[in-house]
């Protein structure tokens, strides 16, 4: 699986949009970019994945280069609820050989 | 809403002491995952399965054992506690089918070896 790159801290007022850049450099052609979240020390929660296509769910947007070497997700109107750490993943989508392995993230700090 | 188990919750357990943390998920999910997490650090990932039967060692290397008999239990067990392995670990698992293959987490198990 592709390695990622993310700043390793960002802070965001309460009510802007919070924007997460990640590189990805080396993204195969089969890999899907995922994002997760994990609030305090609880299990990480998955928020939204996609391939070439920006891609948009209740929670986020993603919108990834066309290039597909860096993507960013995007939290439109973030709340003090959403800090917490943010990774980044790149990984096959289905294939079996596939670990789910995680980076150091980015710790997103929503201020008031 | 996320049917993946473990128990218990939180453990402490004198060293010397063989435990098992427990793992179950009811989504028929082939693929199965164990990480280990000190506060405030990253997520490790010790071990895997791609299903019954299939286990393999993760990133970072672990005393710890996995089994992988029926689908939807991925038991994990350390045969002699020690201090060192005082940590909180996760349990994950995610399908193979189609586009949803997004990993679901446990709320995990915090152990404490004394």
């Not at chain 2, 045969?79 to 293959?101: K, N, V």
């Amino acid at each position: 699986d592709a390695k990622t790159t993310q700043p390793p801290s960002m802070d965001c007022a309460e009510g802007r949009a919070a924007n997460l850049p990640c590189n990805h450099s080396t993204i195969s052609g089969n890999e899907y970019v995922y994002w997760y979240r994990q609030i305090h020390s609880q299990g990480p929660q998955y928020i939204i994945h996609g391939l070439k296509n920006n891609e948009t769910n209740e929670m986020a947007s993603l919108i990834i280069t066309e290039d597909r070497k860096s993507s960013t997700l995007i939290l439109p109107h973030a709340t003090l609820r959403d800090t917490a750490v943010y990774y980044c993943i790149v990984r096959v989508g289905a294939g079996t050989a596939s670990k789910l392995t995680f980076g150091t993230g980015t710790r997103l700090q929503v201020t008031l | 809403e996320a049917d993946i188990y473990q128990t218990p919750r939180y453990l402490v357990i004198g060293t010397g002491k063989k435990i098992t943390l427990e793992c179950s998920q009811t989504m028929g999910h082939d693929k199965m995952y164990w990480y280990q997490q000190d506060p405030g650090m990253e997520l490790h990932l010790i071990h895997y399965s791609y299903g019954v039967n299939s286990t393999e060692k993760g990133d970072l290397s672990s005393e710890s054992t996995v089994s992988r008999i029926r689908t939807e239990h991925f038991p994990l067990t350390l045969e002699s506690a020690r201090p060192s392995h005082t940590s909180q670990y996760l349990c994950a698992s995610s399908g193979t089918q189609g586009w949803r293959t997004e990993a679901f987490f446990g709320q995990g198990t915090r152990l404490t070896v004394v």
